[in-house]
Structures are given as C-alpha cells and as structure tokens.
C-alpha cells in the first residue's frame, strides 16, 4: 500500500512544473504544511510564497505536505504508513521543522489529523527532541494563536518576507548546537521579537476564557511580542512559483498585486492585519507580468480589492495587448471601470463577482460595507451593458 501513495505523489509530481527538489546532505530540514487537500492547498499564494522563500536559502530543504484526500487517506490507514512528504516521499518524522501555514480557523482540526499521521504526539508538552520542532505562521495565528498554543511549540507571527530570513538563520545556528528543543526555544524566543513561544509564557485566563494576564517565565523574553511586517512597496510582487494541473488555478501564475486594503470593512481579517495597506501601480508590477508572460500565457491577479489596484485598467490593457490573459476574482462595485470590464471581457471572462454583502444599507454601514444601494444598481448595470450577463452577488448571513 505505501508504495501505491510514492506513486501517486510521483505521478502528481510529474504533472508539475516549478517544484523545487534538493539533496538534504548537511541541511535544515523543514515540512511545510497546509493543512487541507493538495487542490487547495497548492491554489494559496501564501503557501507558494513561504515555499520559495524556504528554498531559496542554501542550507536549507523545504518540502510540502497535505491533509490526504479520501483516497489518499485510504491508503494510509489501510497501510499504517507515516505521512510523507511531496518532493521525496520522506516521512514527517524526519524533518527538523513541521511549520504549519493557516490560513483559514475550520482547518484548525486538520492539524491534529495531520499529525497524528505524522506519528507525532498533539501536544506539544508531550514531544521530546527527537521530533520536529512544530511552528505555524499564517493570517489566522496574526489574529489570535492561543486556541492552539497547547499543541505548537513555536508561532512565527507575522508576514513571510519580514520574518523568515531572521528565524531561519537564527534556527540554523542554534539548533545543531544546542542539547533540547526547550533550549532551542528560549534562544530563539529571547533573540527574535515577531516569536510567540507558549511554554515560555504564564498565562492567566478569565472565566469566560480569554486572557487576564500574560507574562514571560524569563526576563529575558519579550513581554509584547510583535507582528513583523513587509512594508517595502517597491519590492518586486509575490508570484507563484509552481504550475499544478489538480488545482483551482491549473492554467495560471498568481500575482500579487497589493496587500492589505483601506476600506476597512469589519468582517474582514485582511484589511486589518495587512496594515497599512500596499498598493502596487502599474509601474511596478507591469515588468513582473512581462517577465511572467515570457513563459505563461495565463495571469491570475490577486488583491484584497483587485480594483482598487491604481492603473488596474492600463495593466490589464497591456495584457490583453501583448495576448495574455488574466482572471479576477471578486470586484469592488464602486471602483469599477469600462476599460476595467472591456478587458476582461476580451479574455473572456464573462462571469463577475460583487460583494454587497448585505440587503439594506444599514446593514452594511453596520459592516462599514460602504456601498449604497444606487451605487450597485450603477454597477450591474455597466457589467451587463458591457457584455457580462453571469454576476455572482456575495452575502454574509447572519448579520
């Protein structure tokens, strides 16, 4: 049965185009994880990102790991095999790092699936130093880590870009030097501020669960821990680096177009914790999509408020030109422009999402949704007089 999931992963590998394979002799080892199926997983930028970063160092191997799809998970029960990696077929076991990248609360139960897949014990009081060190970074540890503090040693808090580089050459000259992971923790916590260390903190809770007080066991260890944050926007923007066929966005190269947003809408995490919003113009991203273009026919364009992007026009105007294509997802109703719609209607996007995300407009106040009702009648009605006749409408129930 094991040999069935090596090749099936082999198979997918083969479909592939950009994944990253190296040797591990004399290197840091790390799974990176997205805990949910394969097709998901590969279709986050955020994911791809961290992927690239991680092997973009040297000394360091990054391979990937999914929750198992139904027939995959068939085949790792009915053989008692151990999870195994993407790249190499190496069990979880074996890696020095399981780093964890969540991006959504309902996967929450996922990690626990996976590892116990992994033959890894859950909590983290419970590993010894023969086992990965066991992190997670992601948007949803940003907002709050602590219902999962008991199960991870470490939490990375923060964007990519802004804190990987310091971790990992901090955790590759402390970690083969030092005798035990709660060694390796303290050295770290005490030397890294965006690093969230549970066992090295006393917390005290209310009755209603939340948190009274929070101090560090050591002096030595920072009583506020911070969010690190990639505020260069001249930086080139994040594309993804891997092709996959079994995914959303088989066809396409993710690009990054902003992060963050300034409409600050309440329910939303992003334009909360991307703060302050960065907004790339068409003078930096139109060479990256050039580039990207040279290769791949196909572009997906990815932002909080793709149009709210300034020159969003131009830019999709110059793909058309040089005869890509490009994909959006949802649209603000009140930035919408014809050249806007005339593009994407070239490519042959025919179906547009809004948001209105309630009925009335005291509804959406309440949501700091500032959208009035004239405003999205005004908008329908330019998709449709431009040729868009499939409009997805998106609401939050419950309001």
Wanted: hydrophobic residues 40%; contains cysteine; aromatic residues 8%.
């Amino acid at each position: 049965m094991s040999n069935k999931i090596v090749s099936l992963y082999r198979a997918r590998l083969a479909r592939e185009k950009g994944f990253i394979k190296k040797d591990w002799g004399g290197k840091i080892s790390i799974a990176l994880i997205y805990p949910n199926h394969y097709r998901i997983g590969m279709s986050n930028l955020g994911f791809q990102i961290v992927y690239q970063l991680l092997n973009a160092k040297e000394n360091v191997v990054a391979e990937r790991f999914f929750l198992p799809d139904d027939g995959e998970m068939s085949l790792y029960l009915e053989s008692g095999k151990e999870l195994l990696s993407m790249e190499s077929q190496s069990p979880l076991l074996n890696f020095d790092l399981a780093a964890f990248s969540l991006s959504f609360e309902n996967d929450y139960p996922n990690i626990l699936r996976i590892l116990q897949l992994g033959k890894i014990p859950l909590l983290a009081d419970e590993r010894n130093n023969s086992q990965p060190v066991v992190m997670a970074g992601g948007i949803t540890t940003i907002m709050n880590p602590e219902p999962l503090a008991p199960f991870f040693d470490l939490f990375l808090l923060g964007e990519a870009e802004a804190s990987l580089e310091e971790f990992m050459g901090l955790f590759i000259d402390v970690a083969p030097t030092l005798q035990s992971k709660q060694e390796v923790l303290r050295t770290l916590a005490q030397n890294l501020h965006s690093l969230y260390v549970p066992s090295l903190y006393h917390i005290e809770h209310h009755p209603n669960g939340t948190i009274k007080s929070m101090e560090p066991a050591d002096p030595h260890i920072p009583e506020k821990i911070k969010v690190a944050r990639h505020l260069d926007a001249d930086a080139p923007p994040a594309i993804s680096g891997i092709l996959a066929p079994d995914t959303e966005f088989a066809d396409r190269v993710l690009i990054e177009l902003g992060r963050g947003c300034g409409r600050s809408c309440r329910f939303c995490a992003a334009g909360y914790v991307y703060r302050p919003p960065r907004m790339r113009d068409d003078t930096h991203l139109l060479p990256r999509i050039a580039e990207v273009m040279e290769k791949h026919v196909h572009v997906g364009l990815v932002s909080a408020s793709v149009s709210d992007t300034p020159g969003i026009g131009h830019i999709t105007g110059q793909i058309v030109e040089k005869g890509g294509r490009f994909s959006v997802s949802s649209l603000r109703a009140d930035s919408l422009t014809e050249d806007l719609l005339d593009n994407l209607k070239s490519v042959g996007q025919r179906s547009l999402a809004i948001a209105p995300e309630a009925g009335s407009e005291r509804l959406r106040r309440v949501v700091n949704k500032q959208l009035t009702q004239d405003q999205i009648i005004s908008a329908v009605r330019l998709i449709a007089q431009k040729g868009h006749f499939s409009l997805r409408l998106y609401f939050l129930i419950g309001l």
